[in-house]
């Protein structure tokens, strides 16, 4: 029977959960997992583009499971900056080429989408001190000059 750990290292709001060879990893899109990305990428945009134009199934496969490994090391990286006294091992890309099949790597597709847009999404408050609801109660947006 598979181990699961119980693993909880950010806030569920910054990361998504897989689970590889019987282990949950949380999934966070760092500042230093997205130098990373914008090195081997050009920058978070273009993440999608060359994960689609990979030359051949092998190369996708690569960059897949580089992503995921990047990604799934970031939480166990906070954990040991947090926790000198008990470090997480890391997980290699050998391990997630050896405890994962094609399949279970699309099915990370949707837990790798969340991670980024967690990691990516901005909170926006806005003012409305003094502003004049429409009818309703919606709000209005205009344009500023």
Known sequence: MANKKNITTVD???SAVITIGGEDYELVLTTRATKAIAAR??????????LLQAENFELALDEIIWL?????????LI??????????????????ELLT??????????AISQAMFRGTARNIESETEG??????????NTEAG
Do not use: M, W
């Not at 900056?81 to 890391?90: G, I, Q, T, V």
């Open 41 to 50: 990428y050009g920058g978070l945009e273009n993440l999608g583009d060359k």
């Open 12 to 14: 569920p709001e910054r």
């Open 68 to 76: 995921i490994t990047l990604l799934a090391n970031q939480s166990a």
């Open 79 to 96: 954990h040991n900056l947090r926790h000198p006294d008990a470090p997480r091992e890391l997980l290699t890309e050998e391990a997630v």
């Open 101 to 110: 099949t094609p399949l279970e790597l699309a099915s990370y597709r949707e």
């Open 131 to 140: 502003v004049i609801a429409p009818e309703g109660g919606g709000s209005k």
